[in-house]
C-alpha cells in the first residue's frame, strides 16, 4: 500500500511538473524569467533538528551535535548546500522533555519546516515521529534505539543502530544454538524490554533463555550475583543503568560471576570507561562506536572534524555524522517533495563513519556493522579495543511489521 501511495504522488507530481513547464511563458511571463528561476533555486531549505542541548541526556545530544555538524559539512562539501540552496538548521533543547519537544515539532511544522531530526531519547523520537506521520514530514530520528521507531511509519527514519543489534552483537560471543544465556538487569521497563530482545533475538537462534531480575532500589548485589553462579550460564548478559551501577559490578565480581563465564554488557560513552573498576578487563563489550573502531577515511574525516571543532568524538557522534548525510540525500534527490525524500532513502547505501550503511527499503532500519570491543588498562584509565568487527547483516534486526 505504501509503495503504491508512494508511486501515485510521485506520478502526479511528474505529470504536474510536465505540465507546467508546457504552459511556462517563454519569455517575461509572470514567473518565466531567469532571474526568478535562479532565485527559487537559491531558496534555503529549513530543517529542525530537536535533541538534548540540556538535561539528563546532554552529553549524549552534544555529541551527537558535533556530529551533525561534521557530516552537513562532509556531505556538501564544506558549502552548506545542496544544488545552490543553503540549508539553514534550527537547533532546539528538547531538554529530555517529550512536550517540549513535541511543542518545538509543531512550531517548526507550522513554518514550513518538512524536514526533522534528532532526539537521543527513544520516548521523545515516538512522539516525534507521531508528528511526522501526521503532517508528512520528514523525520530522521537520532540515537534514540527503541526498535519501535524502525517501520513505524513512513516518514520516520533513523540513524543509529537499535537495541535489537544491540543484542544480537551479544550473541556473537557464544554461538547461540543450545547455549544458556542469563539476563542480569533492573526489573523495570528497561530491564524487561532488554529481557523481551533477547528472548526475540537470540531465543530465536536456539539460546536457552533465563533471567535474574534486580529491584531497582537494591543495593546489595551479592544474592543476585549468587543467583548467576548457580545457575551456570554460558553467557551472561547485563543490562543495567544508574547510579549503583559500579556497585553492580563490584557485586558480580567478588561472587566470581566474571571469571565463571562470559559476560557481555554494552559499553557506553567515555565517560563510562573507568566505571567498571577492577572488573573493567573482564567483561566482553559489544559497541555501536568508538573513534578506534572503524577503519575508513569517512570516520577518519569525522574524527578530525570534530576535533578540529574543539569537541571529542564519542559514542553517538556518527549518529549526527549519517542523519546529515541522509538529510543532504534526501534534499538532492527529494527536492522540496517529502514523498521523494523518503524515496531517495529507502534502499539507500552509502560510505558512514562505520562503513558501508544501508538503509532498508521495507522498514528503514540502518544496516550496519557493530563491534566487540575490551576494555585496556592505559596510564592508569580503561581505553577500548577493538576485538572484532561484526559485519552488518549478522547482526540486521527482523524486519519489523
Not at 549503583?244 to 558480580?252: E, F, I, K, P, V
Not at 555501536?288 to 574524527?303: I, K, L, R, S, T
Request: with cysteine.
Amino acid at each position: 500500500m505504501r509503495v503504491t501511495k508512494r508511486s501515485l504522488a510521485l506520478a502526479t507530481t511528474a505529470v504536474t511538473a510536465l505540465t507546467l513547464a508546457a504552459c511556462a511563458p517563454a519569455d517575461g511571463g509572470v514567473g518565466g524569467t531567469e532571474d526568478s528561476g535562479e532565485s527559487a533555486a537559491a531558496e534555503p531549505v529549513e530543517v529542525g533538528i530537536i535533541y538534548s542541548k540540556t538535561g539528563p541526556l546532554a552529553a549524549y545530544g552534544e555529541a551527537y551535535h558535533e556530529g551533525f555538524e561534521a557530516g552537513l559539512d562532509h556531505a556538501t562539501d564544506g558549502t552548506g548546500e545542496v544544488d545552490g540552496r543553503p540549508i539553514e538548521v534550527t537547533y532546539l533543547d528538547d531538554a529530555g522533555d517529550p512536550d517540549k519537544a513535541v511543542n518545538h515539532a509543531k512550531d517548526i511544522i507550522g513554518q514550513g519546516v518538512q524536514i526533522m531530526g534528532g532526539t537521543v531519547s527513544s520516548g521523545i523520537a515516538l512522539k516525534l515521529a507521531e508528528q511526522a506521520e501526521q503532517n508528512q514530514v520528514l523525520y530522521v530520528s537520532g540515537p534514540a534505539a527503541a526498535d519501535a521507531i524502525t517501520g513505524i511509519n513512513d516518514y520516520t527514519f533513523r540513524s543509529g543502530r537499535q537495541s535489537l543489534q544491540d543484542v544480537a552483537t551479544a550473541g556473537t560471543f557464544v554461538d547461540p544454538d543450545g547455549a544458556k544465556v542469563l539476563v542480569f538487569a533492573q526489573d523495570n521497563a528497561f530491564g524487561q524490554g532488554n529481557l523481551a530482545a533477547v528472548e526475540g533475538v537470540l531465543g530465536a537462534q536456539g539460546a536457552d533463555v533465563d533471567s535474574v531480575l534486580v529491584p531497582e532500589d537494591a543495593t546489595e548485589f551479592t544474592p543476585f550475583a549468587r543467583q548467576v553462579v548457580d545457575a551456570d550460564p554460558d553467557l551472561v548478559f547485563v543490562a543495567w543503568a544508574g547510579a549503583s551501577s559500579g556497585a553492580m559490578w563490584q557485586g558480580l565480581d567478588q561472587q566470581g560471576v566474571l571469571d565463571a563465564t562470559t559476560v557481555v554488557t554494552g559499553l557506553g560513552d567515555a565517560a563510562t570507561f573507568d566505571a567498571y573498576g577492577d572488573a573493567a578487563g573482564k567483561v566482553d563489550f559489544l559497541n555501536h562506536y568508538f573513534p578506534g573502531a572503524p577503519d575508513n577515511e569517512v570516520n577518519d574525516a569525522m574524527v578530525a572534524a570534530v576535533e578540529e571543532a574543539g569537541g571529542t568524538p564519542d559514542l553517538f557522534t556518527p549518529d549526527g555524522f549519517v542523519a546529515a548525510q541522509m538529510i543532504v540525500h534526501a534534499i538532492a534527490e527529494g527536492g522540496d517533495d517529502v514523498d521523494a525524500m523518503v524515496g531517495a532513502l529507502e534502499g539507500w547505501t552509502f560510505d558512514g563513519p562505520k562503513g558501508s550503511t544501508t538503509i532498508r527499503e521495507t522498514d528503514h532500519a540502518v544496516i550496519q556493522p557493530m563491534y566487540q570491543v575490551g576494555l585496556v588498562e592505559s596510564d592508569g584509565s580503561w581505553m577500548p579495543e577493538l576485538v572484532e568487527e561484526v559485519p552488518a547483516d549478522a547482526v540486521a534486526p527482523p524486519e519489523a511489521d
